[in-house]
């Protein structure tokens, strides 16, 4: 990711460009899994922050990365911020085909994965 991405919209066009050979409806989706991947690490974690985005060999999987150096784990489906809050992590469970988090020392990854390409594509 750029160094100079700071904000959500500069990350989200990034993204959208490395992801340019997905169909329409995989970029849309990716984009929704980085949104709140990355609003989660700003909204619950502490920086720096980094973001990737890498492709399977077969190229038919992204995963999205997310690092923050907070090292508490996460809360599915509520939010320290409000009762208005908490539904990032129920969107990504859904969306994605798996995801997770890895603790590390200094912080952590939080990822999510999603099908695309030829994973896509009825049998």
């Given at each position: 990711m750029p160094?100079?991405?700071?904000?959500?919209?500069?990350?989200?066009?990034?993204?959208?460009?490395?992801?340019?050979?997905?169909?329409?409806d995989e970029i849309d989706d990716c984009m929704l899994l980085v949104t709140e991947l990355v609003s989660n690490a700003y909204d619950h974690?502490?920086?720096?922050?980094?973001?990737?985005?890498?492709?399977?060999?077969?190229?038919?999987?992204v995963r999205v990365e997310v690092d923050d150096t907070a090292p508490e784990g996460l809360t599915f489906g509520r939010s320290r911020l409000g009762p208005n809050r908490g539904r990032g992590l129920v969107i990504i469970d859904k969306l994605?085909?798996?995801?997770g988090v890895?603790?590390?020392?200094?912080?952590?990854?939080?990822?999510?994965?999603?099908?695309c390409g030829s994973?896509?594509?009825?049998?």
């Open positions: 160094d100079d991405a700071t904000s959500l919209a500069a990350v989200r066009r990034w993204a959208a460009g490395a992801l340019a050979d997905l169909t329409e974690g502490t920086g720096p922050r980094t973001v990737r985005l890498r492709r399977s060999p077969d190229r038919t999987v994605s085909r798996t995801w890895d603790v590390r020392r200094g912080g952590k990854t939080v990822w999510a994965e999603l099908p994973s896509h594509v009825p049998h």
